[in-house]
């Protein structure tokens, strides 16, 4: 009789090791699954449509993204309108915030010049100078 | 994981040793004892104790680091228990300990981040220079620190000063190779791209600069001296794997790997045409049953034990890992395969997958250049050491007298891991968003 127990309680031990090791792995698979999601996520990039020398180019926003003119900028806009540092991009959960950086020539949205920190839907066109970008 | 399952999942590991314990009082002697209680409390306090030290000191850490390390120190610990009750009780005012030591290190990065490591890099080298070398000091003088020679290979110090009736023994590679990966994480960081954009065409190989091949070489003599002085053919392979893939990472530079690989393989045949110990590991390794009464004595037995233990093991307490010579160090493996059979050593090596894929999880997601070697390098030293002895009990490659982290016994071992284990938690404090 202790034999059967004790051949039980082992199979209980193993049994618990494993469901130790799926609860962990399950953890870090949807861990893993979250960065995954993001990386994929709609209206994080923005495609060059128009421009002299860019075009075609894409842009991810990852995290805090500054566009402009300047080389420490993140991302070179090689456009004479731009601004050293023209604008700031931040990947949010509802999508991208535009921020204008006080530029020269300003910054259009859908043809609208920006004043306030604007989101960006998928679709969105935006302008500097020449230079036509598309959230998509 | 939230904070409340990685809290929840810490007292499972921690019931999980103790249920180990249990199983085998119960069946060695039918009877319980405090032995599973005591054992609940330690594993509770110590890893309780850094959970809470990471949630204070590091509160945007990854929370999925300290539950399979936990659960690795229980199944260790089981085994442990199980083959030396004695050691058992060591072990665990030695796990107190290094959870205490893990939260002093993330106190002190809390107090100054992990740049401090970065700004004192050479004196983290000198320090681990000097805890490496420590071993050869003399065995029989008068000063109260000395070298120690055990199975052939110095390893150890000793620490006697007469103050107390018992002496201190501590392996001090164990943490000497934390201090030498800190240190050329921030060489790699200081010089990553001039060792990335020089190169040399040879043929259909992309060489790096011979100049820039300098801390290679330095390493590998210093892991050559290490062999020649020590006979420590494991800390050796440990260190110089380790370098050679941080290189790799830090370059992604493939003629690294493949000079690296002929290095070890020149080191390996120089040394075993130079020495007699290398020559036995390499005999009991291609011929263990033709060597059984001598080199090939501790491999067969880990072999007789694996097998034995078929698909889920005879059952903590059991079998009989007591056969193998130095089943709780070298072979704690072999034993988890003959009490827990195969069904354990796989979720052992699932549990080693997911601790890397952690720690190479905080390396990419890390911007910092440093901190994203430094996790990288830190996660390289542990699979490497765990694939070197895993892979020696195996018989897939020789056998290397190191320790399986986190699960043999061993104080020095389970301080130096569990404070690799700390570096990272901090570093994916300091990168996350």
Same mark, same amino acid.
Do not use: C
């Given at each position: ?136 | ?74 199944? &260790? ?175 992604? &530079? ?60 005879? &059952? ?44 190479? &999880? ?72």
């Amino acid at each position: 009789m202790p034999d059967v127990i004790l051949a039980l309680l082992r199979i209980i031990f193993l049994g618990l090791v494993y469901l130790f090791v799926w609860q962990v792995a399950r953890a870090i698979g949807s861990h893993l699954g979250i960065s995954l999601k993001r990386e994929r996520r709609e209206g994080t990039r923005l495609l060059m449509v128009r421009s002299e020398t860019q075009q075609g180019t894409e842009i991810e926003v990852s995290d805090a993204t500054v566009l402009g003119r300047s080389s420490e900028a993140d991302v070179l806009l090689d456009d004479p309108y731009a601004s050293e540092f023209h604008m700031r991009l931040l990947a949010q959960e509802n999508g991208l915030v535009l921020h204008d950086l006080g530029s020269t020539n300003g910054t259009y949205v859908n043809g609208r010049r920006v004043t306030a920190p604007t989101t960006l839907r998928r679709g969105d066109s935006v302008q500097v100078g020449k230079t036509v970008m598309e959230v998509r | 994981m939230t904070r409340k399952a990685e809290g929840f999942t810490i007292l499972l590991a921690s019931a999980l040793a103790a249920f180990g314990v249990t199983l085998v009082n119960f069946a060695n002697s039918g009877t319980l004892d405090a032995q599973s209680a005591l054992t609940f409390l330690v594993f509770a306090i110590a890893f309780g104790a850094l959970f809470v030290a990471t949630q204070t000191w590091a509160p945007r850490a990854s929370s999925l680091l300290i539950a399979p390390v936990a659960a690795l120190t229980a199944i &260790g610990f089981l085994e442990i228990y199980r083959l030396d009750p004695a050691r058992a009780g060591l072990q665990r005012w030695w796990l107190l300990i290094a959870a205490a030591v893990a939260g002093s290190v993330l106190y002190l990065l809390h107090l100054g981040s992990t740049e401090i490591l970065r700004r004192y890099r050479y004196t983290i080298l000198l320090v681990s220079v000097i805890l490496l070398l420590l071993p050869n000091l003399p065995s029989d003088w008068g000063f109260p620190l000395r070298g120690l020679e055990v199975n052939g290979s110095r390893l150890w110090v000793v620490f006697d000063a007469g103050l107390t009736p018992f002496s201190l023994q501590f392996q001090p590679a164990e943490l000497a190779k934390l201090g030498l990966v800190i240190f050329v994480a921030a060489y790699l960081a200081d010089h990553q791209h001039a060792l990335r954009q020089a190169h040399r065409q040879v043929g259909p190989f992309r060489l790096p600069e011979p100049r820039q091949l300098l801390p290679l070489l330095i390493t590998w003599g210093l892991s050559v001296f290490i062999l020649i002085s020590q006979r420590d053919l494991g800390a050796s392979l440990l260190l110089f794997a380790s370098f050679v893939l941080l290189l790799y990472a830090a370059t992604g &530079g493939g003629g690294y790997l493949v000079s690296g690989g002929l290095m070890t393989l020149l080191a390996g045949f120089a040394g075993y045409y130079a020495f007699d110990h290398v020559q036995r590991r390499v005999a009991g390794w291609l011929q263990p049953f033709e060597n059984f009464e001598d080199a090939g004595y501790q491999i067969s037995q880990g072999l007789f034990a694996l097998g034995s233990g078929s698909l889920s093991g005879a &059952g903590p307490g059991l079998g009989r890992p007591d056969l193998i010579p130095n089943a709780a160090t070298d072979f704690i493996f072999a034993a988890v395969g003959e009490e827990l059979g195969f069904a354990g050593t796989v979720a052992v090596l699932a549990l080693y997958g997911l601790i890397m894929a952690v720690g190479l &999880g905080i390396a990419f997601r890390s911007r910092d250049t440093f901190r994203k070697l430094l996790a990288a390098g830190l996660t390289f030293v542990l699979g490497v050491q765990t694939f070197l002895i895993i892979g020696g009990v195996l018989r897939l490659v020789p056998l290397t007298g190191i320790t399986l982290p986190f699960m043999s016994y061993g104080g020095s071992a389970l301080v130096g891991n569990l404070v690799l284990v700390a570096i990272l938690l901090r570093i994916s404090h300091e990168e996350a968003k």
